[in-house]
């Protein structure tokens, strides 16, 4: 609530975060990485803002994982 975030966040219930990258090529890498090795729900490419980065949102539920991927990086 104190960041304005949606309550039916998975960041609410402690089941997501947010990965800041240090540059888009490095972002790239570690997208694809997660996406090979890593279980999750969402593996998200969420935009840079004007004012910063793009950067890496990652959920993870503790069942009926959907591997859902926004964009597909590695296709592009």
Same mark, same amino acid.
């Given at each position: 609530?104190? +960041?304005?975030? %949606?309550? /039916? %966040? !998975? *960041?609410i %219930?402690?089941?997501?975060?947010?990965i800041?990258?240090?540059?888009?090529? @490095?972002?790239?890498?570690?997208?694809?990485?997660?996406?090979?090795? +890593? &279980?999750?729900?969402?593996?998200?490419?969420?935009?840079?803002?004007? @004012?910063? *980065? &793009?950067?890496? *949102?990652?959920?993870?539920?503790?069942? /009926? !994982?959907?591997?859902?991927?926004? &964009?597909?990086? +590695?296709?592009?």
């Amino acid at each position: 609530r104190a +960041v304005g975030g %949606s309550p /039916t %966040s !998975n *960041h609410i %219930s402690g089941c997501a975060a947010d990965i800041r990258i240090p540059d888009i090529p @490095t972002g790239r890498e570690w997208f694809e990485w997660l996406q090979a090795h +890593v &279980p999750f729900d969402e593996l998200i490419w969420e935009r840079a803002t004007p @004012t910063g *980065h &793009p950067w890496i *949102h990652v959920a993870l539920r503790p069942e /009926t !994982n959907r591997r859902r991927v926004i &964009p597909d990086l +590695v296709k592009q």
